[in-house]
Structure formats: structure tokens, C-alpha cells
């Protein structure tokens, strides 16, 4: 009897989440998405607000209300941008589907610089420790990232295939394309995550013909980007190029977010 209270007591200390504690820091962060939010807070969602165990920044985790997620999206917001604002116009687009979201809030509130954003190597271990949290099983989710938010996935995607669990078995690359200044894109050339090290994944790229800088985050972009994943072992599952669209085509024109969530609940 004794041994198995042991084996229980070990079971429950491994099992159970470690919480996160708001720091002043992640709360004051929290607290200016909330006072600079332009979009109304999603509706037929529960939105539950979760510190970072590195009491930086925080997440927000979202589930419909009268059902429980099939799949999960995790969305990266670009440049200045705030998880709360992305949530919004991912709510517009669910219509009811059985789908989860975690936004990430990479943006550290000041600044514009490298170290105004979390890091990839700063990221995937909050998202891999609120994913185990959340019960949610590798290969259920999607990772989005849009304009800023999309230059960091290519990184986050090395870090989950090659030395992460493989929560994710699609990526989408929205406006933003691979940037050879990062120093994870480097890292990613010089062979540090293998030859391959998107072998097995499926990708979609999301672009406006009208984007203001076409190299960096249009359509040009996204080419360059799509031969640089196929180079790598990537598979281009959908490619979404809005010929009328600007930076951030896929929620300007809702129905290039509809095609997107159509195609990704039948996959």
C-alpha cells in the first residue's frame, strides 16, 4: 500500500502543470493590448489570458463555447501588433467550426527593434508548455504567422520538427517571407536543423499582389520563400495570392480566410 502511494504522489508531481504567475511586467503588457485593442472581443468564444512562465508577455487561449476543438490554430501577430486585435479578426471567419485559437503576444509593447519581440528560441518552449497544458495532442494544430509573425515560423517550424514534439502539421506563412538577416534563417542554411529539416510538413503561403513592400512581404516574397521551403523538404499545400489585396490579404478579404479554414478542417 505504502509503494503505491509513492507511485500516485509521482504520477500526480508529473502529471500536473506548473502554472504561471503574472509578473508586473506580463500584466502591464496585457493591460495595454486590452487599452489599445481596436476590434470587439470575439463572441461564441471562452478567452482564457495565461502569463508566459517567463513573465514577459502572455497568451490568450480560445475555445468555442457549445463545443470542443477538433483543431487548433496558433497565431503569431505582426509588427506593433497585439494578440487581443488578432484574436478579433480570427473570430470574425470561424463561423461556429470546431476550432481553437492560442495568440501569442510576440510583441513586447516598445520599440521596433530585435529585442522589441520575443525570440523563436523565447517562444517555443512557452508554446510547447501551454500546449501540454491545454491537453492538446501533437499534430492538431496549425501555426500561423502573420507580416512579423510569419518571418519567425520558419524558425519555429525547424525547432518543432527537428528538436520539438510536432504539435503542428501545417504552417501558414502570411505576408511575410523568410529573411536571410535572422539569425534563426542562418541557422536554418548552415545545416543546423539537418538538410531537411521541414521534411513531412505542409505549408500555405498567403499573399496580396498590392502589398507596399512586394520583396519583403508580397507576393515576390512569398515565391522566393515558397522555393527556399521546398529546398528543404517542405510541401506547398495552398497557395493564396489575392490580386486585389494589400499587406494582410487573408483577413482583408474574408473569403481568402474561409478558403484557408475550409481546406484545413478536410486535411
Known amino acids: 500500500m505504502r509503494l503505491f502511494w509513492i507511485l500516485f504522489a509521482l504520477v500526480v508531481v ?72 488578432e484574436l478579433s479578426l480570427w473570430a470574425k471567419v470561424l463561423n ?57 515560423i520558419y524558425a519555429l517550424a525547424a525547432l518543432d520538427r527537428v528538436k520539438g514534439r510536432k504539435f503542428f502539421n501545417v504552417f501558414v506563412a502570411n505576408s511575410g517571407g523568410m529573411s536571410v538577416d535572422f539569425p534563426e534563417s542562418q541557422a536554418i542554411d548552415s545545416g543546423q536543423y539537418g538538410q531537411s529539416p521541414y521534411k513531412g510538413t505542409q505549408w500555405v503561403t498567403v499573399c496580396g499582389a498590392k502589398d507596399p513592400k512586394p520583396e519583403r512581404d508580397g507576393c515576390p516574397a512569398m515565391k522566393r520563400t515558397t522555393a527556399w521551403l521546398k529546398e528543404r523538404g517542405a510541401k506547398i499545400a495552398l497557395s493564396i495570392e489575392d490580386p486585389e489585396g494589400g499587406h494582410g490579404a487573408l483577413h482583408t478579404n474574408p473569403e481568402n480566410a474561409e478558403k484557408l479554414l475550409d481546406w484545413y478542417m478536410k486535411e
Not at 495565461?50 to 487548433?72: T, Y
Not at 491545454?134 to 509573425?149: E, N
Open 96 to 152: 461556429k467550426r470546431a476550432i481553437g485559437i492560442i495568440e501569442v503576444q510576440i510583441w513586447l509593447g516598445t520599440g521596433d527593434g530585435m529585442m522589441s519581440y520575443l525570440a523563436p528560441s523565447q517562444i517555443y518552449p512557452e508554446i510547447s508548455r501551454l500546449m501540454s497544458d491545454q491537453a492538446i495532442l501533437p499534430g492538431k494544430s496549425m501555426l500561423h504567422g502573420f507580416s512579423r509573425g510569419s518571418s519567425l
Open 14 to 85: 508529473y502529471t500536473t502543470p506548473v502554472r504561471a504567475d503574472w509578473t508586473p511586467r506580463s500584466k502591464a503588457l496585457y493591460e495595454q493590448a486590452q487599452k489599445e485593442q481596436k476590434f470587439p472581443d470575439p463572441k461564441d468564444m471562452i478567452v482564457q489570458s495565461v502569463p508566459m512562465r517567463n513573465g514577459r508577455s502572455f497568451f490568450l487561449v480560445a475555445r468555442p463555447i457549445n463545443q470542443e476543438p477538433k483543431r487548433w490554430i496558433v497565431s503569431l501577430p505582426g509588427t506593433r501588433g497585439y494578440a487581443t486585435d
